[in-house]
């Protein structure tokens, strides 16, 4: 009697066991696809901002660019250096070749 | 009797109890038989479909669900040596149509013409197809592609793509090359390294929900990096665009046909300027001609004339056939070798070696020539680099042209010797300077920094010897410091070895009237640390390479100087005795500087440049705050004693704006 007893006891068990681990199974399917639609929404966040950081990027260096600065300059009334007329500040040393001079430009 | 009846009476009851038992578990044991039977059916049923159709089935649920999608990697960006972006590639919308969406093609056409421009009748046969995908545009802008979104309509479709763009526009386009519409470089350094920048492509499943959004489940096939990798150029933006100005004034100025400059940094080789004139702009390549996308300085050959005349006398040093007093009868001007005359520009007569340069004497040098004889200068020749590719490995490289010396015959010993007769690149005639300026060894040019050569450069070979090149150099001086072809090249306070180039372009089976002028500057001449050279084609109605190119080289050279704080310091300002805060800028009216008396001067108002000359002529470095070009506020205040001792650079500050004097003190 008491082993007939272990055997249902077991068996209910088992079922209670198998209908914990589904829901169980059933939840973390919609945690995952929960996870999914948010990693979705940030993936397409990121690319966005990736793509507008490569567009400002484009734009700064656009900026930056020689023809850019030269239009600038001359509306400041700043123009190249020319012989004799380079200043180096106290104590500064003209830099090694390659890097760039701090006192460019007039 | 009756007691047995009793007990028998007594039985009844039991048996009739025992049979409804039995027939009760009888019931029992067939429910019990039946939900077996239809337990065990149910577990066949679930273990057919799961192990016998489960594979077939799941095969069908993926096709509902799941979606394969593939992404383009972004292809790789060039940089300049000075870390300026010369090329990237960023995101853009392209309009594609399934036409059996479009309800009203004539409509849509109508609608999307407005949008993108275009034509009407064109988008509507393409609309009005039975084709599955048609593309509208490709690669368009940003507004264009908000236009589309809000006018929704209906089968006209937004997808992503990378165009490619160049930031600094024409700059450098031609070294640059171009890409198609499909990102695969075609010409120049895109297409050199196009397999090292193109962007890799990515394989991955993903699952769909029931409105179409696609779900990334795992990184299957995202773990890879599908970015292309960069390149990296010697190029300096700044100095390509110093060439590029000078250039394009020489070639508006004289009414070149094209033009192109070189400058080489002379210790490493490293190309920091490839400029050609007319400009091409790699982000409209359809706009411009083929002949402006060419890399004219290493595909077009050209008689170079006069600046090969220092490699003769190089040679003949080496050789000890003169030394630079020998003197050479240049014949009045006019000399008939073999029935064949040689012409000098100016008419000389006896004129020592050096001056033969200096004058850049066609007789004198073709006598040169001849005393050294063919084998030896053939021999100097192929050890610079002429008639083989100068070795970038950029498309299309020419090796020149240059004969075998068994073929020349004396006039053309004569005529190789100043530049005639002979074919070369810039780029070839570029390195055969650099073997000068490096004193005799050779060096490689070099374009590419980053991916370095698969090969590890060769040593440096020596052509000539240090005394020979030296010997060179200062005779080319001669040609820019002395009264030479090459004195409007002349900087105040910086020697310059140069050559100047004038030389006749073959039309037919002789000469015509085209000339190609051209110019070769060293910076400083006793060292140099930068090859300069400048050539225009077909200038006029000035032809000659020492009006025409020297200015171009002197101007470049002086930006390069500049740029590089190789420019020698002034002693002094434009006036001696002016004080320091009246110095004059280009500027129609310059800002100055109100002084102070003994104090600090007013720096407010001033450009962010000449305040900081105004001090830096005390010896004061100011902390600087803010953003702009313009002093908004000084401390100490104008009037108030300089800062003194140690505290001197951290007592002045100097606030920084755009001129709205948006800092008080």
Known sequence: MSRMHGWVLAFFSAIVGALVLGLSSVWLNIERMDLAYDLNKLEKELASRTALSAKLELERNNLISPYRLKRLASLYGLGPVGPGQMRLMTGQQAPALGGQAETQGK | ?665
């Open chain 2, 1 to 665: 009797m009756a007691t047995t009846r009793s007990r028998i009476e007594r039985k009844r009851p039991k048996e009739a109890a025992r049979s409804r038992t039995d027939t009760a578990r009888l019931k029992l044991a067939g429910v019990a038989a039946l939900f077996a039977v239809l337990w065990v059916l149910l577990w066949g049923r679930a273990a057919y479909v799961q192990v016998f159709l489960g594979p077939k089935l799941s095969d069908l649920a993926g096709k509902q669900n799941l979606a394969t999608e593939f992404e383009l990697g972004e292809r790789g960006r060039i940089y300049a040596s000075n870390n300026a972006l010369l090329a990237t590639s960023v995101e853009s919308k392209s309009v594609y149509a399934t036409p059996i969406e479009v309800g009203n093609a004539a409509q849509t056409a109508q609608s999307l013409a407005q949008i993108l421009g275009g034509q009407k009748k064109n988008l509507e046969r393409e609309l009005s197809s039975k084709k599955g995908f048609v593309w509208v545009k490709r690669q368009i802008d940003d507004t264009e592609a908000q236009a589309i979104l809000k006018a929704g309509l209906p089968g006209i479709h937004l997808t992503s793509e990378f165009r490619r763009m160049y930031p600094n526009r024409h700059l450098a386009g031609q070294i640059l090359g171009f890409v198609d519409v499909d990102g695969k470089g075609l010409e120049g350094v895109e297409s050199l390294f196009d397999e090292r920048m193109a962007g890799g492509k990515a394989k991955f499943v993903v699952q769909r929900d029931a409105s179409g959004r696609r779900l990334y489940l795992d990184a299957q096939g995202r773990e890879m990096n599908i970015r292309g990798q960069d390149v990296r150029l010697t190029i300096d933006t700044v100095v390509q665009d110093a060439a590029e100005q000078a250039l394009a004034e020489a070639v508006t100025k004289y009414n070149g046909r094209s033009g192109m400059a070189i400058v080489v940094r002379v210790q490493t080789g490293d190309i920091l300027a490839l400029a050609h004139f007319p400009y091409f702009n790699s982000n409209n390549p359809a706009e411009s001609k083929a002949a402006a996308r060419r890399n004219r300085a290493a595909v077009d050959i050209y008689e170079p004339g006069s600046v090969m005349k220092p490699f003769v006398f190089a040679s003949a040093l080496e050789q000890k056939v003169i030394d630079p007093n020998k003197v050479i009868d240049c014949e009045g001007g006019k000399w008939i070798l073999r029935g064949k005359p040689i012409r000098d520009t100016h008419p000389y007569r006896w004129l020592s070696a050096n001056r033969v340069l200096r004058y850049s004497s066609n007789i004198g040098t073709a006598k040169i020539g001849l005393s050294l004889g063919a084998q030896p200068y053939y021999a100097s020749l192929r050890k610079l680099g002429f008639g083989e590719r100068p070795g970038l490995e950029l498309p299309s490289e020419s090796p020149g042209m240059l004969r075998q010396p068994k073929e020349w015959t004396e006039v053309d010993l004569a005529n190789i010797s100043f530049g005639q007769g002979i074919g070369v690149t810039g780029l070839q005639m570029a390195k055969a300077y650099l073997t000068l300026a490096n004193h005799g060894l050779k060096k490689p040019l070099r374009l590419v920094a980053d991916p370095p050569l698969a090969a590890p450069p060769p040593e440096p070979e020596r052509v000539f010897s240090q005394q020979t090149a030296d010997t060179v150099l200062s005779m080319m001086r001669e040609v820019v410091e002395e009264d030479g072809t090459g004195k409007m090249a002349r900087i105040p306070g910086v020697p310059m070895a140069g050559k100047t180039g004038t030389a006749q372009k073959a039309s037919g089976k002789g000469y015509g009237d085209g000339i190609v002028a051209s110019f070769v500057g060293l910076v400083p001449a006793d060292k140099p640390e930068f090859l300069l050279m400048v050539t225009v084609d077909e200038p006029t109605p000035v032809t000659l390479g020492g009006v025409v190119c020297a200015p171009a080289v002197r101007d470049i050279a002086i930006k390069t100087l500049s740029y590089f704080g190789r420019l020698p310091e002034g002693k002094a300002g434009p006036k001696a005795d002016a004080p320091e805060y009246s110095m004059q800028a280009k500027a129609t009216h310059p800002p100055q500087a109100e002084s102070g008396g003994a104090g600090v001067p007013n720096l407010v108002g001033l450009p962010v440049r000449r305040a900081l000359e105004v001090l830096g002529r005390r010896g004061v470095v100011p902390a600087l705050k803010g953003g702009g070009m313009i002093i908004t506020g000084q401390k100490p205040a104008h009037g108030e004693p300089w800062p003194e001792g140690q505290s001197r650079d951290e007592g002045f500050t100097l606030w920084l704006g755009h001129g709205d004097k948006e800092h008080k003190q």
